[in-house]
C-alpha cells in the first residue's frame, strides 16, 4: 500500500495537476494533504485522484467551510486541525504545523509512528529524497515543502517542495520534486 503526501498548494492548480498525475501512476490508495490549499477549487482538483484524499486545514485556509464542502463533495475527508490516519500498524498523526511548540508535543508524545506536516515550506527530513523508517525508530516527520512552483518572493517562501510517496509494505518513503 502507498501513500501520497502533498502540503502547502496555495491554489496551484498545474502543480496539484502535476501530483494527482503522479499519485495516480504509483496508485497510492490515499492522499494525506497537510492543508494550505488557500482556495476550495483546489481541493477539486482531487476529483481526478483515483485514491482517498485527506487532510488537515493550514493557517492560509479561511474559507472552513467551502473546504468542508469540497471535501464532501469529492469523498474525501477534511479532519479540521489536527488528523489521524492509522493504515495496518502504521499511526500518521498529521498536522499543518503552524504552531512550533503543538508539533512538537506531537513529535515527544510517541503517539505516531509518523508525523505529517507542512506550514515551513521546507522539506522534513533535509536533503534526504529516499529513506527508510521503522516501528522502533523516533517518530517520523515527513514535510514535502511547498506543492506550489518555484517562485520567487521576497519571502523565499516558494523555494523547496514536492510531494512524498510512502510505501507501507517496504516501509520506504520517496521524495519527488514538483517544478
Same mark, same amino acid.
Given at each position: 500500500? #502507498?501513500?501520497?503526501?502533498?502540503? @502547502?498548494?496555495? =491554489? =496551484?492548480?498545474?502543480? +496539484?495537476? /502535476?501530483?494527482? @498525475?503522479?499519485?495516480? #501512476?504509483? =496508485?497510492?490508495?490515499? +492522499?494525506?494533504?497537510?492543508? =494550505? ?5 483546489? +481541493?477539486?482538483?482531487?476529483? #481526478? ?7 488537515? %486545514? *493550514?493557517? $492560509?485556509?479561511?474559507?472552513? *467551510?467551502?473546504?468542508? /464542502? ?7 475527508? %477534511? #479532519? *479540521? ?7 495496518? @500498524? ?10 512550533? @511548540?503543538?508539533?512538537?508535543?506531537? &513529535? ?40 506550489? /512552483? ?8 516558494? +523555494?523547496? *517542495?514536492?510531494?512524498? &510517496?510512502? $510505501? ?12
Amino acid at each position: 500500500m #502507498k501513500i501520497g503526501i502533498i502540503s @502547502d498548494t496555495h =491554489d =496551484d492548480i498545474e502543480n +496539484v495537476r /502535476r501530483a494527482i @498525475d503522479f499519485f495516480n #501512476k504509483e =496508485d497510492v490508495q490515499y +492522499v494525506i494533504h497537510a492543508g =494550505d490549499y488557500v482556495f476550495p477549487g483546489i +481541493v477539486m482538483e482531487f476529483k #481526478k485522484l483515483k485514491a482517498k484524499l485527506i487532510g488537515v %486545514l *493550514g493557517n $492560509n485556509d479561511g474559507e472552513k *467551510g467551502q473546504l468542508l /464542502r469540497a471535501f464532501l463533495e469529492i469523498d474525501g475527508e %477534511l #479532519k *479540521g486541525e489536527l488528523g489521524e490516519l492509522h493504515v495496518n @500498524d502504521l499511526k500518521i498523526g498529521i498536522y499543518h504545523g503552524t504552531s512550533p @511548540d503543538i508539533k512538537r508535543q506531537l &513529535i515527544e508524545s510517541g503517539r505516531y509512528n509518523i508525523i505529517v506536516c507542512g506550514h515551513t515550506h521546507k522539506i522534513e527530513p533535509a536533503c534526504s529524497s529516499i529513506g527508510k523508517y521503522t516501528k522502533d525508530m523516533s517518530t517520523l516527520i515527513l514535510n514535502p515543502g511547498t506543492g506550489h /512552483r518555484k517562485t520567487e518572493s521576497l519571502a523565499g517562501a516558494f +523555494v523547496e *517542495g514536492g510531494i512524498f &510517496i510512502l $510505501n507501507i509494505e517496504s516501509k520506504e518513503y520517496r521524495f519527488i520534486e514538483l517544478p
